[in-house]
């Protein structure tokens, strides 16, 4: 087996009313002046954020509140939210939310004892040597940004959707009610079940070998997440199937399921480029890009697919590896179809022109400077082939 690291710090406190230990939590990780940063109406509609107000209040940790984060975060906001954490001598802050405002929390955390632009981590041009104390709430299972070092932010100068990694990051504490995404409209639990799967998936397609305890967890982790998705599907409140979807998005990309393997995470590189584009949902944008990828690669090592077709997808037990692995892909696209998610760009409500693809090839290549994916390593070309396939 290959050598790892596995670094998860993030204490964990889930199940049925969790929230109301935040407080406690709060001022156990240290705060006592907190910024609170939250989405759109969710938190405020349904009454959670005066839940966590209260709970703050009772042990005595004075808050400042900050709102209007938006799917694919701004960095406007996240200057915003600098800006008061100086003013207010803000000591930690606190996410009510999803993917969106967590990684929100993440940069500005990065931001605050930093003295230039703190888009300089997501170009590269430097490495935050210090963080904010962070912890979440969480209210939608998908991005797993709750136990993950990444954030996702898109600077609006230029439209540019970048990811950063570094374990400053890490949530000190996650707070998970599965209750709390009872709230969800099916489309947004659809997208969760997609984000979460690819989390896993762009581990699992590596060329690594003989990590039986990582693919069985990996492949476990993706039939459960397939087995929720067909219970919410009639059954939205159903407590074990939200559950086991909160998990799975915290346990998808908080490293367990890519312990020793290479990592790839192209499909996750070819989808920022179009939500920087074209605004539109992070998933959506994953499952509309996934078959085309994976097509496009599979010659790399046919045996890898044909093992996700009939350990995950269950099918192509009888044919050769090479049929199982298109057996595989299909099974994958069939699923997202019957969750409503599209299987290719024209589905996601885009017809792609030629330049636009040239354009979305050259920016995800960071204008030719680099490949993207490990499984199979693409370079302009290979990325511009694909969105072309993916077209539809
Ligand atoms: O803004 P509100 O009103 O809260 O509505 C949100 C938002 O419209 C809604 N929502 C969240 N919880 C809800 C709810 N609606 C009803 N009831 C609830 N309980 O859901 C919508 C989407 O929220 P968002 O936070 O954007 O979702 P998600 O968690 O999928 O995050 C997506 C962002 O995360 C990035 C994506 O690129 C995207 O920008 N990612 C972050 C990663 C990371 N930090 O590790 C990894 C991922 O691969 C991903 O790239
Ligand atoms: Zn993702």
Partial sequence: MPSFTYYAPTKVVFGRDAENDTGKLVRE????????????????KSGLLDRISYCLSAEGIRFTQIGGVVPNPRLSKVYECIDVCREENIDFILSVGGGSVIDTAKATAYGVPYAGDVWDFYCGKAVPKKAMPMGCVLTIAAAGSEMSNSSVITNEDGWLKRGYKNDLSRQRFAVMNPELTYTLPPAQ??????????????????????????DEIAEGLLRSVMRSAFTLKYEPANYDARAS???????????????????????????HELSGMFDCAHAPGLSAVWGSWARYVMDADY???????RQVMEVGGENDDREAAELGIAAFE????????????????????????????????FFGTRTVGAFKKLNCDDIAAIYRAARG
């Fill in 29 to 44: 990780f240290g705060g006592k002046n907190v910024l609170v940063i939250f989405g759109g109406e969710s938190a405020k």
């Fill in 303 to 309: 045996s890898r697919f044909a093992q996700f077709a």
């Fill in 189 to 214: 639990t659809a997208n969760g079940i997609i984000d979460i799967m690819m989390h896993t998936m762009e581990r699992y397609f590596s060329r690594e070998r003989d990590l039986f305890v990582t």
């Fill in 334 to 365: 069939d699923f997202c179809r019957s969750i409503d998610m599209p299987t290719n760009i024209r589905e996601l409500g885009y017809k792609l022109t030629d330049s636009q693809i040239d354009e979305l090839a050259e920016k995800c290549t």
């Fill in 245 to 271: 979807l909160m998990w799975a998005s915290s346990l998808s990309h908080n490293g367990l399921t890519g312990c020793g393997l290479c990592e790839d995470w192209a499909t996750h590189q070819i989808e």
